[in-house]
């Protein structure tokens, strides 16, 4: 019973992973479980929609410039590091491999062998307009 909790909202007992940390609480666990919190902010949001969405929408006006900014810092620094992750050569075999592993698949080998002509040359295509 050590790793479980009973939620205070659906009073259910379940495992201390499907609570939220808290360092407020003596536990250090939130004192209704996920699915409790996640419905409340559900409701909520229903509840409160358009001041969301209004608050939202002034934020991102306020903070347009910044937030654009980071979006495509963001976007570069995520391609690059794909990139980076992707040449590995152990990475690269893993890939090699699943990619065989399903089209080896009999569902997807009926569909491949149209396919497998035209991916590589699409790629190369994406790849040279930049
Ligand atoms: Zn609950």
């Given at each position: 019973m050590d790793n479980c909790k009973n939620c205070k909202k659906c009073g259910k007992i379940k495992n201390v992973?499907?609570?939220n940390?808290?360092?407020?609480?003596?536990?250090?666990?939130?004192?209704?479980?996920?699915?409790?919190?996640?419905?409340?902010?559900r409701?909520?949001?229903?509840?409160?929609?358009?001041?969301i969405s209004i608050?939202?929408?002034?934020?991102?006006?306020?903070?347009k410039e910044e937030i654009r900014f980071q979006q495509n810092k963001n976007k570069e620094a995520r391609k690059?590091?794909?990139?980076?992750?992707r040449s590995k050569p152990e990475i690269k075999e893993k890939i090699a491999l699943r990619l065989k592993k399903y089209r080896s698949r009999p569902e997807v080998r009926s569909q491949t062998n149209?396919?497998?002509?035209?991916?590589?040359?699409?790629g190369k295509r994406k790849f040279e307009q930049k």
């Open positions: 992973t499907k609570f940390k808290n360092k407020n609480y003596k536990d250090g666990l939130q004192i209704y479980c996920r699915a409790c919190v996640k419905e409340y902010k409701q909520d949001y229903i509840k409160n929609k358009e001041k608050k939202h929408a002034e934020y991102y006006l306020k903070h690059i590091k794909a990139f980076e992750y149209i396919n497998i002509k035209i991916t590589p040359a699409l």
